[in-house]
């Protein structure tokens, strides 16, 4: 397969994962596509779900293997004319174009996520907010008891989520309730966020060689960390999650306020939140790059707060506009339901609840889960009042480095984590000017995420799945990541310099 030219080899590699993706994601079984007695037999026995698992994480290896490939070719594109580079930047756009059109028609992919998307979006057409109903208040009540046998619309919406509100903000939801006015058919909505999905990717594809302009970074090679990665492909494109329509918008927001001013930066910054509320953090830094260099604190005080009321009257004013409101404020501790393995802080605190249990102290079981969860969020906060204080002013650069951190430690300290979650980091991390161990630790995670993307909450409980997956993986992460010619490929691509031209100097 490594003769396969890299976009062939990645094109492979995606069909593989829809493929696969039709033999294990969760379909609702009223959908047409059960209606094959192949399919429907080849899901239904665990031996054929096991090789779906198996078929989907060697599709991901492929792509993660031409992923890698296409990186070393355009991280030398700076030793070579200006076309090269042109070329190397139209080379990763195609690629990411090829490798994401097979999942289009896909079933949302190592998550649930998108069917509730799909309902949240029918329950604000039918005059329900999303922000007061979970998705069972579309079952007739005598169905309740019988989902398998429910409006199509709730069939494959994870139980866990169908008496919960939605912490999404208004643009998703008021996008979901016009696609809901055409047609029910929850595939047919589900494709539609992921065009909505596949929105941020279009903005980050503009957004991403601009950011690299700033800092002196190789705009080909950042993009295609940003655009092409494993990562990308199974939990932005793949999984449709809103957290990539939310980085999408957080890095257009950065180019806006430096080529179209504060305000119009502070409107985009203001979408994002209007999706998911910590994209709002980028408004941080659309104050500290309009602003002169070294600005005193007066001026940075009056910046930040005009930002933020223009990112807020955009937040709100969608809320008003749309007739969904803000009930979304209530319902940002929806998430903080579950738990995920990936949260430092709530796996810390149940350490300790775990201890202390052990010992017959006789606390509250979640006491420590609760105190560190909640110190976490406090710790983000503090990092992000921080940054907006003492940060440098006017050098964008630093703007960048100054998303990439309050970002970090809103994925790092969240109560709950998700992988999708590190879609938030790629951009603002593969535009800085990294080191050679940090850019080689950024391809390593990029690879890792998106190849353990299938053993997230949708295999819960799924054992047999689970050491199949990670058995699978123990063979196919060192063969990408550890044999020779791979460390050599890893090893030149995070040891290329990019070589500014005449009149391509970073910009501050």
């Given at each position: ?71 070393r070719q355009v991280a030398t594109a700076g030793e070579r004319d200006p ?271 775990t201890i202390v249990a052990g010992l017959g102290l006789g606390t509250d ?144």
């Amino acid at each position: 397969m490594s003769s396969l030219p890299p976009v062939a080899r990645g094109l492979l590699g995606s069909l593989l994962v829809l493929v696969g993706g039709f033999l294990v994601a969760t379909i609702p079984p009223s959908a047409p596509v059960l209606r094959s007695a192949t399919l429907a037999a080849v899901r239904g026995a665990e031996a054929g779900r096991m090789v779906g698992l198996t078929v989907v994480l060697v599709g991901l290896a492929l792509v993660a293997s031409a992923w890698l490939t296409i990186c070393r070719q355009v991280a030398t594109a700076g030793e070579r004319d200006p076309q090269s580079r042109a070329d190397a930047l139209g080379l990763v756009r195609f690629a990411t174009v090829v490798w994401s059109a097979p999942l289009l028609l896909a079933p949302p992919l190592f998550s649930r996520d998108g069917w509730s998307y799909a309902a949240q979006g029918m329950l604000a057409r039918v005059g329900l907010s999303p922000y007061d109903h979970g998705p069972a208040a579309l079952l007739p009540p005598v169905w309740s008891l019988l989902p398998w046998q429910s409006e199509p619309i709730v069939q494959a919406v994870d139980p866990m989520w169908m008496d919960t509100s939605t912490p999404y903000g208004p643009l998703p939801l008021f996008f979901g309730s016009l696609v809901a006015g055409q047609t029910g058919n929850p595939w047919m909505l589900v494709i539609a966020h992921r065009c909505l999905a596949l929105v941020g990717l279009g903005l980050l594809a503009w957004a991403v060689p601009r950011l690299a302009s700033w800092t002196g970074a190789n705009p080909a090679l950042a993009s295609a960390i940003v655009l092409a990665s494993p990562l990308m492909l199974a939990n932005g494109v793949g999984g449709l999650h809103n957290d990539l329509l939310v980085v999408g918008l957080m890095a257009a927001a950065l180019v806006v306020a430096v080529e179209r001013g504060w305000a119009w930066g502070a409107v985009v910054g203001g979408l994002a939140a209007a999706v998911k509320l910590p994209g709002g953090l980028v408004c941080i830094a659309v104050a500290l790059v309009t602003l002169p260099a070294a600005a005193a604190l007066r001026p940075r005080l009056r910046r930040l707060a005009a930002v933020a009321a223009v990112a807020l009257g955009t937040l709100f004013g969608l809320g008003a506009v749309t007739g969904l409101g803000h009930g979304w404020i209530q319902a940002l501790t929806v998430p903080g339901e579950v738990e995920t393995p990936l949260s430092i802080t709530t796996m810390l605190g149940r350490l300790l609840d775990t201890i202390v249990a052990g010992l017959g102290l006789g606390t509250d079981p979640d006491t420590f889960r609760d105190l560190f969860r909640t110190l976490g969020v406090v710790a983000s906060l503090a990092v992000a009042v921080g940054v907006a204080l003492r940060w440098r002013t006017g050098d964008r650069g630093a703007a960048i480095g100054a998303t990439a951190l309050t970002a970090g430690a809103f994925v790092l300290l969240c109560p709950v984590v998700h992988l999708w979650y590190f879609l938030l980091l790629p951009p603002f991390l593969a535009t800085l000017r990294l080191g050679r161990t940090a850019t080689a630790a950024l391809l390593v995670l990029s690879v890792v995420l998106g190849l353990v993307a299938p053993l997230d909450s949708s295999l819960h409980g799924a054992y047999l799945a689970i050491v199949t997956g990670c058995m699978t993986l123990a063979v196919l992460v060192p063969l990408i990541l550890l044999t020779r010619p791979a460390r050599e490929s890893i090893d030149r691509i995070s040891s290329s310099r990019w070589l500014v031209m005449p009149g391509q100097s970073p910009r501050r």
